[in-house]
T-cell receptor, first 113, second 111 residues
Framework: DSGVTQTPKHLITATGQRVTLRCSPR?????VYWYQQSLDQGLQFLIQ???????AKGNILERFSAQQFPDLHSELNLSSLELGDSALYFC????????????FGQGTRLTVV | EDQVTQSPEALRLQEGESSSLNCSYT??????LFWYRQDPGKGPEFLFT???AGEEKEKERLKATLTKKESFLHITAPKPEDSATYLC????????????FGTGTKLQVIP
């Protein structure tokens, strides 16, 4: 158990809908990262937050947004969903924003039908 | 752009048959190189961080090494429970500390 909690574990929704994925980082970790993993793309970095502020952006679509709240949990919002958004979405957390080992949650499997 | 290439894509070993996984990288200033293990349907599990060429780290049957262009994950006398996908990732130095992952090597250890 990494200490990172993601909910829900599975999500099935229709195209055009909006969903919210939730992540609770390990106790004491200030950084939260979101990754997308699909079969043909591997792990793709989406976005990082540090202590409530956005620190780095990767290949995140404009239809996607995220935030980190004062209690350090984070949410990833996915809107206008397309079939191609079906993937595993992982959250990871680390102590700080420097050289860090990130600890991953178990992921949310999103299926868009 | 930072790049990580892992080889082979898949590797099948007999129990006890030692081998190595390769991770070649291109990054504009290496801050750190990470190795993770991922079981099917689960999140990656952190194994090692390497910071500079010549560095080595060990954990049970695994040993990671780093040069200026690549890293190796050596697996000595593997057991079936070592079967997993092994991911390599690099973190670039500088203000934008993006982590780039390779697509992994899927290891199967046969009893």
């Amino acid at each position: 158990d990494s200490g990172v909690t993601q909910t829900p574990k599975h999500l099935i929704t229709a195209t055009g809908q909006r969903v919210t994925l939730r992540c609770s980082p390990r106790s004491g970790d200030l950084s939260v990262y979101w990754y997308q993993q699909s079969l043909d793309q591997g792990l793709q970095f989406l976005i990082q937050y540090y202590n409530g502020e956005e620190r780095a952006k990767g290949n995140i679509l404009e239809r996607f947004s995220a935030q980190q709240f004062p209690d350090l949990h984070s949410e990833l919002n996915l809107s206008s969903l397309e079939l191609g958004d079906s993937a595993l979405y992982f959250c990871a957390s680390s102590v700080d924003r420097g050289i860090t080992e990130a600890f991953f949650g178990q992921g949310t499997r999103l299926t868009v039908v | 752009e930072d790049q990580v290439t892992q080889s082979p894509e898949a590797l099948r070993l007999q129990e006890g048959e030692s081998s190595s996984l390769n991770c070649s990288y291109t990054v504009s200033g290496l801050r750190g190189l990470f190795w993770y293990r991922q079981d099917p349907g689960k999140g990656p599990e952190f194994l090692f961080t390497l910071y500079s060429a010549g560095e080595e780290k060990e954990k049970e049957r695994l040993k990671a090494t780093l040069t200026k262009k690549e890293s190796f994950l050596h697996i000595t006398a593997p057991k079936p429970e070592d079967s997993a996908t092994y991911l390599c990732a690099v973190q670039a130095s500088g203000g934008y500390q993006k982590v780039t992952f390779g697509t992994g090597t899927k290891l199967q250890v046969i009893p």
